[in-house]
């Protein structure tokens, strides 16, 4: 499964995953309108690794 990757792909997955942890982090130290602003990063991340996937299908 992890072979049909790409270098994009894995650097979008990155991307999600470290906006979701910082999130989180920022949730649980007080900052919750900061870790709710990262939160929604995650979605739209992940939406632009799609279009960029339905782009680049030939």
Known sequence: MFKKFTLTDILMLSAAFLSLIFSEILWFSGEIEAG???GI???SILGFAILLKLINKD
């Open 36 to 38: 709710i602003f990262i």
């Open 41 to 43: 990063w995650v979605p």
